[in-house]
């Protein structure tokens, strides 16, 4: 079955002649190496709760070597605030924490409600292991393979300590929120403890840009950070860093585009800072979880991807929102706790050079991102809804009528599926470009094809013929989003081809030391080359949305948000790529959209 579909999938991106020669390969594995290898792995699901995830999660995230900003960390943007004084910056960020800290405690006690398939297959129990890896969780770069580090187990509630740290000014403050001896700082204690962070980084000099050495290549800071730790206190650092529950990015006003709208700065500002002039350097990438508040009143999140999906993420922040939207001001604290201490780091002339490296990188990198918010408001969810199609199913369908009216062709698709009926479930791979969707996108584009001669000597423009009626595109829609939903249906189920080609591809790995030619060949090398990189990213909170970055050089990212009556999209490209355009992207899926409510609209008028 995986092995059909895999081909079935392949013919809408490779040309006839590569896929004849897929075929043939596709044949010879299944005779031969293909049900040694589906042995190896029913054997590995005998040992492990869950057969693919350590794979997964070594070739989406810990073995790739590419700089976290950017090519991995998506950003959050949360509702603009409006600050007046500096003491609401604190008083913001001390109801998070403050949230947070109950939000661990519930994790502690194990009181963290389980929740259940909401479709298909309905109530089945869903793992809810990813909840519990966001708050003091850290990626170690290490060459060739990172690691995740996880908080430390302690032996009940009222003996664990929890610490954050505050990033200003590009200094480094941890503070204890919770400790052994006194319990917990109340939040007007926290807010104390953060303006004197704000108020001490204001009168310091310029800090060393260590966090810069977290948007390196992996390879390049893994080697950087094996210098820094021969000193004792640096190693001290990193370690508070790596269990904090959480950076708390308090930033300056500035960093804003010229040329972006409000929303686009915010989302830039949290995917990287915006630049080294800015806030880039006050961050620490590697942090799962870094809220970021700003005095002009951005507020957001840069999450780093390894330990858990977008659902997780958004269910902390958008709980965390929620609360600090209905909490008063927290009242002064009695007495004042002694002021945090910034880091101090010991940097060698060559983790100097390091840093000034690590800025040049990320500029560049910042420079080359072409990255809009776009809202599109001609209708939203509800109207999907009425068209009685699913509004993942809609965009999805969209995107791919979008792509193909730019370019004439549909590319490999990735849309990510919770896994999360399984233990220690990720994602897996829904693939939108198919035959259906190609059948439904070439019609749609050959309708608004004008004639060769649109116009006549009087200026009058002629009718073009359309070879495609309005029914006959609502029947290929119509087929196309059966196709999807299968698709999906199949992916959620566990049913996916990706998830099952990369075991197939590990376990030959291991078991025969090297690649079987069905994954050299071409063909696959263009299935695994995702040019569009997207997925749905649903919030409850108006003015909450996520974003990130391509994953190919020449390809899109794509985030959507449907709300009730207008989807936020998050459109990413690369500048240096020729081919890719995010402005002409956004307009052809602007006309993509209109032209699929037009044909809807066409269908109810033909019944009236």
Known sequence: MTMDSYLEFASVVVSHQQLEHSKGLVRGFMEELGPQLQESLLDRQKEMENWVTEWWLDDMYLKVRLPLPINSNPGMVFPRRHFVKMEEVADLGALFIDDLLDYKEML???????????????????????????????????????????????????????????????????????????????????????????????????????????????????????????????????????????????????????????????????????????????????????????????????????AAEGVAVIRLAERALARAEVADRPAPPPALLPAPQSMRWKITPDVHRSIDQAARELDRAISDLDFKVYTYRGYGREFMKSCRTSPDVYIQLALQYAYYKMYGYLVSTYESASLRRFRHGRVDNIRSAHSAADAWAAAMC???????????????????????????????????????????????????????????????????????????????????????????????????????????????????????????????????????????????????????????QAKVEEKA
């Not at 959480?246 to 930033?251: A, G, N």
Request: net charge negative; aromatic share 6%.
């Open 108 to 306: 502690d006690r194990g009181e963290l409600p389980l929740e259940r398939a909401t479709s298909r297959e309905k109530g089945q129990p869903l793992c809810m292991e990813q909840f519990y890896k966001l708050l003091g969780v850290c990626r170690v770069p290490e060459v060739g393979r990172d690691r995740l580090e996880m908080p430390r187990a302690g032996d009940g509630i009222e003996e664990t300590e929890e610490l954050i740290v505050v990033a200003c000014r590009n200094y480094f403050y941890p503070i204890p929120v919770k400790a052994v001896d006194r319990g917990r700082l109340t939040p007007g204690e926290i807010q104390a403890q953060l303006l004197h962070a704000l108020v001490d980084a204001a009168g310091a000099p310029p800090a060393p840009r260590v966090g810069l050495l977290t948007s390196m290549n992996r390879d390049h800071w893994a080697r950087a950070r094996e210098q820094l730790i021969k000193d004792e206190n640096n190693r001290t650092n990193l370690e508070l860093i790596s269990r904090a529950l959480c950076i708390l990015c308090l930033d300056e006003a500035g960093g804003d585009r010229a040329d972006a709208d409000a929303d686009t700065n915010a989302m830039l500002r949290a995917m990287h800072g915006a630049g080294t002039k800015h806030h880039s350097a006050n961050r620490w990438f590697d942090k799962t979880v870094q809220l970021i508040i700003s005095s002009d009143g951005t507020v957001g999140m840069c999450y780093e991807h390894s």
């Open 446 to 600: 050959a309708a608004e094809t004008p004639p060769l001669n649109d116009s006549s000597d009087d200026g009058q423009k002629k009718v073009s013929f359309n070879l495609y009626g309005e029914q006959k595109k609502l029947e290929l829609f119509e087929e196309a989003a059966r196709k999807q939903t299968s698709i999906m249906e199949a992916n959620i189920l566990g049913k996916g081809i990706d998830n099952h080609l990369l075991g197939l591809r590990e376990a030959a790995r291991e078991t025969l030391g090297e690649l079987p030619q069905i994954f050299t060949d071409e063909t696959y090398k263009q299935m695994m080359q995702f040019k569009l990189s997207t997925s749905q990213v649903a919030t409850t909170t108006e003015g909450t949305f996520m974003g990130y970055g391509a994953v190919v050089p020449d390809g899109y990212g794509c985030s959507y948000n449907p709300k009730k009556d207008c989807v936020i999209f998050c459109i990413s490209s690369f500048s240096s790529s020729s081919v890719t355009n995010t402005e002409a992207f956004r307009q052809s899926l602007e006309e993509a959209l209109d032209s699929m409510k037009l044909m809807f």
